[in-house]
């Protein structure tokens, strides 16, 4: 099983930049569409942005423009930049493969990172 481990997030101002960083833990995730997802307090976890296997990216619309989704294959690390952070963007992100309507290939998800938006 796959496993995956998330990293960067922190406390930042509005405006602010963060670099997010998902290692997984087998290159098997190389072969799949990759995603970065996040979660809100009281809100069900959402897909943010993801990236295929030949590097074509898409991006939900409340990031398009801010956020940057970025892999390397040779390190099985997926990337997030992350730029004029709002404190709507508050949240715990995670990695893992969109799969299908709504769901992910790896049943194991990380830890997450908190990333938190507020002067």
């Known amino acids: 099983q796959v496993q995956f481990v998330e990293s960067g997030g922190g406390l930042v101002q509005p405006g602010g930049s963060l670099r997010l960083s998902c290692a997984a833990s087998?290159?098997?995730?190389?072969?799949?569409?990759m995603g970065w997802y996040r979660q809100a307090p009281g809100n069900q976890r959402e897909l943010v942005a993801s990236?295929?296997?030949?590097?074509?990216?898409n991006y939900e619309g409340f990031v398009k423009g801010r956020f940057t989704i970025s892999r390397d294959d040779d390190k099985n690390t997926v990337y997030l930049q992350m730029n004029s952070l709002q404190p709507e963007d508050t949240a715990v992100y995670y990695c893992?493969?969109?799969w299908g309507d709504g769901e992910v290939a790896f049943d194991s998800w990380g830890q997450g990172t908190q990333v938190t938006v507020s002067s």
């Open positions: 893992n493969a969109p």
């Open positions: 087998s290159g098997d995730v190389n072969r799949y569409t």
């Open positions: 990236i295929t296997s030949g590097k074509s990216t």
